[in-house]
């Protein structure tokens, strides 16, 4: 039993005798540990990423490397830019956008336009009577008094509000009661142009100045006490017509004038009249900024100031008269 214990491992087939049996067949793991080692030369070198194997230098390369592919950047995106730490190192810090404000559309410049532009348009009519207190003479209506049938009907204009900050209504008036001006407080209006447009600049020279000579009628006709032309260009068509000239310079100035408007010799019934007094007040349109706010009330409230007086007056000469009938 000794012998077959000591032969168990050996065989004798074929005739060749068996070698003693070991682990060496079973796996061995320490042939795979890393160990730090260089390979041996059976071994396969592992592959290694072709960017780790290039050296960098941000010192010796002032220009990083880029990708071939553009990145697609949106429209005001910030751009990063590398930023020195208080450590030494350099880390990439994205920069604050500073978008710049939108830019304000450019008013386009106005030039004359022809009739046919806003004939479309319907004209506005004049609010007058018989012994008004005031006639305001306007330069033209603007579209959108015309598209309303109202004068002074544009929000920006001013024509209104000056009118009760003056004293010449008792009340701020709206533009829809401008057919009721003459009966409530003796006030007119009407226009040197009676087309509408944009604005003044679509006008032509020659047409205001053809204007004249219908206000001279109008005034001689309905004879207001006082021709109140709002704006400075109104009165130069009236000067160039009368004078065949330019005003000279420092000759305009605001407030009273010393002519007269709608001045009758008399004949053929009709009696002579001296005209109306003519008083040069700022233009009350919102595009109008040669002068402030406050000095457009200071030069309308002197136009107030007589105003409240001879109406005053007016009332009082009434009074008189109806006590003299009773």
């Known amino acids: 039993m000794g012998s077959d214990g000591h032969n168990r491992g050996v065989s004798t087939e074929g005739g060749n005798p068996l070698k003693t049996s070991s682990f060496e067949g079973r796996l061995q ?15 396969p070198e592992p592959r290694r990423s072709q960017r780790l194997l290039t050296p960098q230098s941000v010192a010796s390369s002032p220009v990083a490397s880029r990708s071939p592919y553009k990145s697609r950047k949106r429209k005001g995106q910030p751009e990063a830019q590398d930023v ?8 990439s810090t994205p920069l604050v956008s500073f978008t710049s404000p939108p830019k304000k559309r450019s008013r386009k410049s106005s030039s004359y336009a022809p009739p046919s532009t806003y004939a479309h348009l319907p004209h506005l009519p004049d609010a007058i009577a018989p012994n008004l207190l005031i006639l305001s003479i306007g330069l033209n209506p603007g579209l959108q008094t015309a598209r309303s049938g109202h004068a002074y009907a544009h929000p920006s204009n001013l024509y209104w509000k000056l009118l009760y900050s003056s004293g010449i209504t008792p009340v701020l008036c709206k533009p829809q009661e401008d057919q009721e001006m003459p009966r409530r407080y003796a006030l007119g209006h009407t226009n040197i142009v009676a087309r509408p447009s ?20 109008k ?3 309905w004879r207001p006490e006082v021709a109140c032309v709002v704006g400075k260009s109104i009165w130069e068509s009236v000067f160039r017509v009368r004078h065949g000239r330019a005003l000279a310079k420092g000759e305009f100035h605001y407030g009273w004038q010393e002519e007269r408007m709608g001045v009758s010799e008399g004949g053929d019934g009709e009696e002579p009249w001296e005209g109306s ?24 409230k002197i136009l107030g100031d007589w105003c409240v007086k001879r109406r005053k007056e007016r009332e009082e000469e009434a009074s008189a008269s109806k006590s003299i009938e009773e």
């Open 277 to 300: 007094r003519v008083f040069v007040a700022p233009s009350t349109s919102g595009l109008a900024a040669s002068l402030r706010p406050e000095e457009k009330e200071r030069i309308w």
């Open 219 to 221: 005034c001689r006709r």
């Open 29 to 43: 793991l320490k042939n795979f540990m890393f160990t730090g080692s260089t390979p041996s030369p059976s071994s």
């Open 198 to 217: 944009r604005n003044g600049a679509e006008l032509s020279k020659a047409e205001m100045d053809e204007g004249v000579s219908i206000l001279e009628d």
């Open 84 to 91: 020195e730490t208080s450590s030494g190192s350099r880390q």
